[in-house]
C-alpha cells in the first residue's frame, strides 16, 4: 500500500479530538468502523460459539469505544480497550458513561508496545487498526511484524482474533497471521460486482492462536 496519514498517530489524535468535541456538543459518538453490521456480525459469532460472558475481550484499536458498548449490552462483563489516542480514550470513557456501562476498561496503550498488564485475554477484535498500521509511511513492513508479535504476547493459546479488514483479502491475511495462528472462519461480509467478477469490499476473519 501507498503510504498514507490515515496510518500516522497524528492523523488519528487530530480525528478524535474533532469526535470528542462533537460527542461533547451534540452527543454524536462519530462513526462506526465498516458499520453497524460489522458489529453485529462480530457478536453473532461470539453468541453462537456460545463465548462465555466473562470471557476477557480485547478492543485493539477502541477509536470511540461503541463496539465494546453493543458488547456490555449483549451481558459480556470482562471487556477492555485500548488506544493510542488520548482523544479516543477520552471519547470512548465518556460515551460508557452516557450508555450507564461501568463494566468497560479504556486505557492508552500503543499496541506495538505493549504494556506487561495487557495480556491473557480470551479474545482480541480488530476492526480497522490493522489496516491503519499497515499504512504507516515509516517501516509498514516492520510495524505489521511487531503487530503479530504483540498479538501473540497479549492473547492467550487457543484464544480468537476476530479481525474486519478493507485492505487485505483473506489470502493476505492468512499469510500475514500465519505464525502462531490458524483460521477458524471467514465470516460473511456484503459482497460487490464489478466487470462480471463478485468480490468482497471488506474481510472478517476469525483466527486460533496456536
Partial sequence: FSPSVLGTREHWDAAYERELQTFQDIGDAGEIWF?????????????KHK?????????????????LVELAKSGYTNLTGIDYSPSAIQLSEQVKEKEGMSNIKFQVEDF?????????????IDKGTFDAI?????????????????LCSVLQPEGFFLI???????????????????????????????????????????????
Avoid at 506495538?112 to 482480541?124: D, N, R
Avoid at 499497515?134 to 508479535?149: D, F, I, T, W
Avoid at 483479502?169 to 505464525?179: A, H, P, S
Avoid at 495462528?181 to 472478517?204: D, H, M, Q, W, Y
Wanted: hydrophobic share 35%; aromatic share 8%; with cysteine.
Fill in 35 to 47: 458499520g453497524e453490521e460489522s458489529m453485529v456480525r462480530l457478536i453473532r459469532w461470539m453468541e
Fill in 51 to 67: 463465548i462465555p460472558l466473562d470471557s476477557s475481550v480485547l478492543d485493539i484499536g477502541t477509536g470511540n469505544g461503541v463496539l
Fill in 112 to 124: 506495538l508496545a505493549p504494556s506487561a498488564e495487557l495480556s491473557g485475554f480470551q479474545i482480541c
Fill in 134 to 150: 499497515s499504512l504507516n509511511p515509516e517501516n509498514a513492513a516492520g510495524k505489521r511484524k511487531q503487530y503479530v508479535r504483540s
Fill in 164 to 210: 474486519t479488514s478493507c485492505n487485505w483479502t483473506k489470502e493476505e491475511l492468512l499469510d500475514e497471521f500465519r505464525e502462531g495462528f490458524e483460521i477458524l472462519e471467514e465470516l460473511p461480509t456484503p459482497k460487490f460486482c464489478f466487470g462480471g467478477r463478485i468480490g468482497n469490499s471488506v474481510t472478517a476473519l476469525v483466527f486460533q492462536r496456536k
